[in-house]
């Protein structure tokens, strides 16, 4: 079956420094992947998406590349924020809109 | 505003009391879909609903039921609560691309944290 796999956490940072949050994935077929961000006290908010092989996701700063080869999608931002404290979900949809998570990634930035 | 609502956002109850966690999307999306929410387990799906009148099972639908009867409402039923059903659950809806195609973004609801004592 299809499986999502990151980085257990939290991931404590600095203001500006650089993040890599790991995800990788098992799945049939040709998965779409995406990242999916939890601020405290809210929903989940789509971060970025890729749906095929070598696209490359972005937003706000952050970017993911969809590697069918290595079967990973890590989460990379060049300088983070305080305000990108959150729990980060890397995520698949092999198909009929199912998402399997991951168990969510914790990141923590101080000043 | 493009969203989906869910209530009550809080409730706390007691075991075997029957209760509705109500969710509702003005988006027109087709599909919609329970989830709920563990520390050191993440997201698992519990329903899901292709359209109207059409509901399929999640990963963990032990002791839920929904239903589907307008497009824009999916409510999640527990008829009788038990205490291993305290989480934080989560509504979802996405259009619904035919053909098992899997690039369609969900937008999730904010969340209904649940206490059954």
């Given at each position: 079956g299809n499986s999502v796999t990151q980085m257990e956490g939290p991931v404590t940072l600095s203001e500006e420094a650089f993040l890599t949050i790991n995800c990788t994935y098992t799945a049939t077929g040709y998965p779409s992947l995406f990242w999916y961000v939890q601020y405290p006290g809210e929903g989940l908010q789509l971060l970025l998406k890729a749906t095929k092989a070598d696209d490359k996701g972005s937003n706000k700063g952050f970017e993911a590349t969809y590697r069918k080869e290595t079967t990973s999608f890590h989460l990379e931002k060049g300088s983070v924020q305080v305000s990108d404290s959150a729990v980060y979900f890397c995520a698949l949809n092999s198909g009929y809109s199912t998402l399997t998570f991951g168990k969510g990634t914790m990141l923590l930035v101080s000043p | 505003e493009a969203q989906v609502t869910q209530n009550p956002r809080y409730l706390i109850t007691v075991t075997g009391k029957k209760l509705t966690v109500t969710c509702s999307q003005?988006?027109?999306?087709?599909y919609m879909s329970w989830y709920r929410q563990d520390p050191g387990l993440g997201l698992r799906q519990i329903y899901y609903s292709m359209n109207v009148e059409v509901t399929d099972k999640g990963d963990v639908p032990e002791g839920y039921k929904v239903s589907r009867k307008e497009k824009r409402n999916f409510p999640l039923i527990l008829e009788s609560p038990s205490p291993n059903q305290t989480s934080l659950y989560f509504c979802a809806s996405s259009t619904w691309t035919s053909g098992?195609?899997?690039?369609d973004t969900q937008y999730f609801g904010p969340g209904t944290r649940l206490t059954v004592l």
């Open positions: - | 003005n988006m027109n999306h087709e098992g195609f899997s690039t």
